[in-house]
C-alpha cells in the first residue's frame, strides 16, 4: 500500500515543481479573473439596483457567492486537464503507461491536484491585496462548525467530479479525433446548471430539483453554496450523499472508457 501511494507521492511532487516553475501563467490567470470579479459587481449592482433583494438575498450575499465561486475555480475546477489526456492519446504518449505498474486515472489525479494547489494558492495573492477595497461589499455568513466540516469534503468530491468528467471527455479521443465541441458544450451547461452564470437558487423550485440531481450541481454551486450559507443543514447533508454517488458513477464510467478504449488502441496498433 505504501508503495503504491509513494508511486503517485513522486507524481504529485513533480507536476508541483513544474506548476510552481510556471507560477506566472496562473498569477496572470488569477489578476484576469479579478475583471470577472468586476463585472459581477457591474452586471449585480445593476440587478439590484431597484431591489434590496432578488430570490431571498441581498447585494452582499450575492457578491459574496461569486467571489468563493472565482476562488473554487482555482482550487477545484478541470482548466485543460481533457485536452492534455487527449493530446497524450493522439502523439502515442499513453503507451508508456501500457508498459509499467502506474494507474493512468491516478496519475493524471495527481498532476491535477498538484496544478490546483498551485494555482489556488497564487488565486488568493491578488484576492487578499484587493480585500480592503471590497471586504465592505461581502456578507459572510455566521460561523457554523458544519458548514465547514462539509464544505471541505463537498470540495474534494467537486474536484474529484470536475477531474473525472474532464478524464472522460480525454478518453472519447479512443473514438473521435477532435474533442473540442464536446468540451464546449459540457462547459457550456456546466456554467448554466453548475451556478457560474447565476446562483442556481434563483431558479423556479422544479428547474432546481432537477438541477440537483445532475454532477453539474456539484462540481461549484454545491460547495460554494455551503460556504455561503445559500443551502442549510439538510439539504448540504443529503447533498453530500448525492455528490458522492456521482464521483462513483463517474470514476466507474473513467475505467470503462478507459477499459474499452484501449481495446480499440491496440485494434488499430497505436
Not at 16 to 45: D, K, M, P
Not at 241 to 259: E, M
Amino acid at each position: 500500500m505504501l508503495t503504491f501511494l509513494n508511486k503517485y507521492r513522486h507524481a504529485f511532487l513533480v507536476g508541483l515543481q513544474s506548476n510552481i516553475v510556471y507560477r506566472w501563467n496562473f498569477l496572470i490567470r488569477a489578476f484576469f479573473s479579478l475583471f470577472q470579479l468586476v463585472v459581477v459587481f457591474i452586471l449585480w449592482g445593476a440587478v439590484f439596483s431597484g431591489t434590496d433583494r432578488v430570490g431571498g438575498f441581498d447585494l452582499p450575499s450575492t457578491i459574496t457567492y461569486f467571489v468563493t465561486l472565482i476562488v473554487l475555480q482555482f482550487f477545484i475546477g478541470a482548466f485543460n486537464e481533457d485536452y492534455q489526456i487527449s493530446e497524450e492519446i493522439r502523439n502515442g504518449l499513453i503507451n508508456q503507461f501500457l508498459l509499467k505498474p502506474v494507474n493512468y486515472f491516478a496519475y493524471r489525479f495527481s498532476i491535477f491536484t498538484s496544478a490546483r494547489l498551485v494555482s489556488g494558492t497564487l488565486m488568493l495573492v491578488p484576492l487578499l491585496i484587493l480585500l480592503p477595497l471590497y471586504k465592505s461589499q461581502l456578507a459572510l455568513p455566521p460561523f457554523e462548525a458544519w458548514r465547514i466540516l462539509l464544505a471541505l469534503p463537498a470540495m474534494a468530491l467537486a474536484a474529484l467530479i470536475q477531474f473525472s468528467i474532464a478524464y472522460c471527455f480525454g478518453m472519447l479521443t479512443f473514438w473521435f479525433l477532435e474533442i473540442q465541441g464536446f468540451v464546449i458544450l459540457s462547459m457550456a451547461v456546466e456554467a448554466l446548471l453548475g451556478g457560474q452564470m447565476f446562483p442556481l437558487d434563483l431558479m423556479p423550485q422544479r428547474l432546481l430539483r432537477i438541477a440537483e440531481l445532475l454532477p453539474f450541481y456539484y462540481q461549484m454551486y454545491f460547495p460554494a453554496a455551503i460556504f455561503t450559507g445559500r443551502i442549510d443543514y439538510a439539504r448540504a447533508t443529503s447533498g453530500l450523499v448525492i455528490q458522492a454517488g456521482w464521483a462513483l458513477a463517474l470514476l466507474a464510467l473513467t475505467q470503462l472508457l478507459w477499459s474499452r478504449g484501449l481495446r480499440r488502441h491496440t485494434a488499430v496498433g497505436g
